[in-house]
């Protein structure tokens, strides 16, 4: 099953080629065309340049996704795009271009949630099997699921307000750094002491898998204008110390949390406990670490995706599509584009059918 895969649901505009065998996936191409050029001088990503960047890219983008798989639109088994969640901008114009490919070439169209796209990641990389715990972490999200099959996610728990990538994105933008700032932040991290400042632990004095990241970004705050206070300014090192502090406690958090999600569905995972991470925070080594601490602790394999498939892709997009095509899901042209798409048990009706 040959997929061309789709995204363009936030900053990326991403197009890929994977193939599907009864053995796993290959990726033949995958294209991701970056946009911090466009969104640096703002702060952050500005949803209608978003929009016109991948309506400009899209294109061109499928196009280098099949020369370099070297493959034609006739070799290509099902479309798999994007339809949700994310910047409703985006998100239309992937659905619009790929019905535009579907209408033309009679080629059959499915609609893939992002966040699907992320949870099956694993999958596309190591030969794993229903069920797994996945950590979702990504400037948008951050959940931990128990994956069942490619349409059945049950969400053990996530974060009551900011996500950990928005929560380093903002630490970046306090501390002065560009974004988007989480791998700057992981990058002065190394050189930092992350003992200097006792940052909270939030919500780890409470049960269940729940997590709580807007109350360290109020504390990093508090201590930068400690220091300047004292000193006048932040020197190389305070900042490191900083971001050291902070990355930290981001990851024992994350690490306790999915350290109960484990307990809590153990029986269900049976023998097979694997623990995987996905999304542009699973890149950290540090947060990455802790978690296959956690992981051989409770003897359970860890997997963890290569960096440019945790962050957004399409050839994510193009497994998950693939997946789902063969288990029946197929959209037609009344695909919309949803703004919101919860990803869990009680939506998992309308996974597939995009509608
Ligand atoms: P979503 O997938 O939820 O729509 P997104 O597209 O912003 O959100 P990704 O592309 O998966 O998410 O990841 C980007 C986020 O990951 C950003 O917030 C970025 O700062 C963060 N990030 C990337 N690398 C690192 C790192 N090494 N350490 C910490 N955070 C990181
Ligand atoms: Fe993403």
């Excluded at 997929?3 to 995958?30: F, M, N, P, Q, Y």
């Excluded at 659905?95 to 893939?112: D, E, F, N, R």
């Excluded at 972490?137 to 128990?146: A, P, T």
């Excluded at 919500?203 to 201590?223: E, N, Y």
Aim: aromatic share 4%; charged share 20%; with cysteine.
């Amino acid at each position: 099953l040959t997929v061309l895969g789709i995204e363009s649901s936030c900053d990326d505009t991403a197009a890929a080629v994977v193939r599907l065998s009864d053995s796993g996936a290959d990726i033949l191409s995958s294209i991701v065309k970056g946009q911090n050029d466009l969104h640096a001088a703002y702060g952050g990503v500005v949803p209608e340049i978003a929009a016109r960047a991948h309506v400009e890219k899209l294109d061109t983008c499928i196009e280098e996704a099949l020369t370099v798989a070297q493959v034609e639109l006739k070799d290509i088994n099902t479309i798999a795009v994007t339809a949700g969640p994310g910047l409703i901008g985006g998100v239309l114009s992937g659905v619009m271009c790929a019905k535009g490919i579907s209408a033309a070439s009679g080629i059959p169209l499915v609609g893939v949630n992002h966040l699907a796209g992320h949870a099956l990641t694993p999958r596309l990389t190591d030969n794993i099997a229903y069920p797994y715990v996945m950590l979702l972490v990504s400037g948008g999200h951050c959940q931990l699921l128990l994956v069942s099959d490619c349409n059945t996610f049950r969400r053990l728990g996530g974060t009551i307000d900011d996500a950990p990538g928005e929560a380093f994105d903002k630490t970046a933008r306090i501390l002065g750094l560009p974004q988007p700032g989480g791998p700057l932040v992981e990058r002065d991290a190394t050189k930092g002491d992350a003992t200097r400042f006792a940052f909270p632990r939030p919500l780890l004095d409470r049960p269940g898998c729940d997590m709580s990241f807007s109350g360290l970004k109020t504390a990093v705050i508090r201590a930068r204008d400690t220091v300047v206070a004292d000193k006048g300014g932040l020197s190389t090192q305070d900042r490191a110390d900083l971001c050291a502090g902070f990355q930290d406690a981001v990851a024992d958090v994350l690490a306790e949390k999915t350290r109960r999600a484990l307990q809590e569905v153990a029986a269900e995972l049976g023998e097979n406990t694997v623990l995987t991470v996905a999304g542009g925070v699973a890149s950290n080594t540090r947060i990455r670490a802790k978690l296959e601490a956690v992981s051989s602790a409770f003897g359970a394999v860890f997997v963890a995706p290569p960096l440019s498939l945790c962050t957004d892709n399409a050839a994510m997009i193009a497994y998950a599509g693939g997946e789902q095509f063969r288990a029946g899901s197929v959209d037609d042209m009344s695909l919309s584009a949803r703004p919101r798409w919860p990803l869990d048990t009680s939506s998992a009706a309308l996974l597939g059918s995009g509608k």
